[in-house]
């Protein structure tokens, strides 16, 4: 599982770096119910710092694993945050690993939403 990117303050200078408490809903909930209650506590984490990058002028972006905001949160909401910024990368699932409960749907949905306003779509081999 992937972690936090470690930077010395001398790196962070310059950079608003927003790194939210997140709980991988499917890989940590046991029920249906557990994987919503994570996914929608995670968003709620996350939803401020979209505020934050919006009130910020950035002028590039890099998001991390943006599918994880999808689980309960909505494209089009985190679209207001990124559609003014000249340069953003984003990377998320986009696989089927995970089954198609409610969540795996949901996730789906609003990454192919989000990815219709995309100037540029790369998928990534899965890796063996």
Not at 87 to 104: A, I, W
Request: proline fraction near 8%; include cysteine; charge should be neutral.
């Amino acid at each position: 599982m992937g972690g936090k990117l470690p930077l010395s303050d001398g790196e962070k200078e310059g950079i608003l770096y927003l790194s939210p408490w997140i709980v991988p809903p499917r890989l940590k909930g046991k029920t249906e119910e557990e994987i919503l209650r994570l996914a929608g506590e995670n968003r709620e984490r996350i939803e401020p710092h979209l505020e934050t990058i919006r009130k910020s002028g950035a002028s590039a972006l890099i998001i991390n694993d943006l599918s994880l905001y999808f689980h309960a949160g909505d494209a089009p909401q985190l679209w207001l945050t990124v559609e003014r910024i000249p340069t953003v990368v984003m990377n998320g699932y986009y696989g089927r690993h995970f089954g198609e409960g409610s969540v795996s749907r949901k996730e789906r949905g609003e990454m192919k939403w989000l990815m219709a306003r995309c100037d540029r779509v790369l998928f990534l081999p899965p890796t063996p």
